[in-house]
């Protein structure tokens, strides 16, 4: 999920027209009129080469029309402004002989092509109006919905802090079995609400724009070091096989958060003794971290849903997890011009590749 900025759109106006600053506008009336005048003129000067310029009068006001867009009753006063005066001349030319009749046509065939330009280009803006309407009403929910991460995040850190310190002295006495038991699933759900709060507010701070922190970042070494900690804590059969990717601009913070995601996944399905993989190389065109299990893999229909915030799967081993973890790594992945991909190994399992492009994160 790429950020998105929530400014409102600069380049159009309330009718959805495009925006020149006064001066520009301002020269290009006093052209079209400045230039409308010495067509006249030259029409008047010489009676018997008028179709030019009478053409390029409307030449150039479709052309000053394209950048203006002037509203509708404004370009018919024009439209009248010029058509009658130069009208006018093609009569009397034709009265005196300069011009057929038959060219007297013209007067009505080329204020109808403007006018036909004019209404294609109202529809135009009328559509352009609508697309900044259903614009601005995206982004005003998405500055809702990042409101309500950030707020519902700091809402749960609290008050689940709390009760997790007054559970953990409770826990520390002597407490029968029975009781004892209900305090350490207590404990557990609130260490799943306090994970929940944090990547809350992570993903609301990715969604938000928030600039990465790249520095020089030795890949392989920082994929190896997360599979290291994971194979210490997890007591499944890991294989961790990096090639050297060199250091490469990224943000190491967000890149571990999103591997750690991974490979959470990862062992929430898979049983204990079951096969885990981390992977990374420097492929010709981008750098592939890879995390695979011998869990049992994804459904078919669920494939397209794996990375939607809250989705869950239910592992056969473990608990449930927050739903966000696979989120927030998708999001950090596009964050630095990158991909996060689900597929099903050959031979059993989950596949989850991310992969960063080369140009957003060359090695230095």
């Known amino acids: 999920m790429s950020a998105i900025s929530s400014r409102a759109p600069e380049a159009l106006t309330a009718d959805a027209v495009p925006v020149l600053r006064p001066r520009v506008a301002l020269v290009i009336d006093i052209g079209l009129a400045v230039f409308v005048a010495a067509m006249i003129g030259w029409i008047v000067a010489f009676p018997e080469h008028m179709a030019a310029p009478f053409h390029l009068i409307f030449v150039a006001l479709a052309l000053a029309y394209g950048y203006r867009v002037w509203p509708v009753l404004p370009t018919l006063a024009v439209m009248v402004a010029i058509t009658l005066p130069s009208g006018w001349l093609m009569w009397k030319h034709a009265s005196d002989g300069y011009l057929p009749y038959a060219e007297l046509t013209e007067l009505w065939l080329m204020p109808a092509v403007v006018l036909v330009m004019v209404w294609h280009a109202q529809r135009r803006a009328t559509a352009l109006r609508q697309v900044e309407e259903m614009a601005l009403r995206q982004l005003d929910a998405l500055d809702r919905e990042r409101e309500f991460l950030r707020d519902a995040s700091h809402a749960i850190r609290t008050p689940a802090t709390i009760a997790r310190g007054h559970l953990e002295l409770a826990a520390a006495s002597d407490l029968p079995d029975g009781v004892r038991q209900d305090l350490t699933v207590a404990l557990q759900q609130l260490e799943r609400m306090s994970a929940l709060s944090n990547r809350l507010l992570a993903v609301a701070r990715l969604d938000s724009g928030e600039a990465l922190r790249r520095q020089p970042t030795d890949l392989a070494e920082l994929v190896g070091r997360l599979g290291c900690n994971w194979s210490a804590s997890a007591d499944r059969n890991w294989r961790i096989r990096n090639e050297p990717t060199g250091s490469v601009s990224l943000d190491p913070e967000w890149i571990a958060v999103a591997v750690d995601a991974l490979i959470e996944n990862a062992v929430h399905f898979t049983a204990d003794g079951g096969t885990i993989s981390v992977g990374c190389q420097a492929l010709d065109t981008s750098y592939l971290i890879t995390v695979s299990d011998s869990g049992p893999g994804i459904e078919a229909e669920d494939l397209a849903n794996v990375f939607d915030r809250f989705w869950h799967r239910m592992p056969p081993n473990g608990r449930m ?37 080369r140009q957003a994160g060359q090695a230095v």
């Open 321 to 357: 997890g927050s739903g966000l973890g696979l989120s927030m790594a998708r999001a950090t992945a596009a964050a630095h011009g990158g991909t996060l991909t689900a597929r099903n190994h050959p031979l059993g399992g989950a596949v989850l590749e991310l992969s960063l492009p």
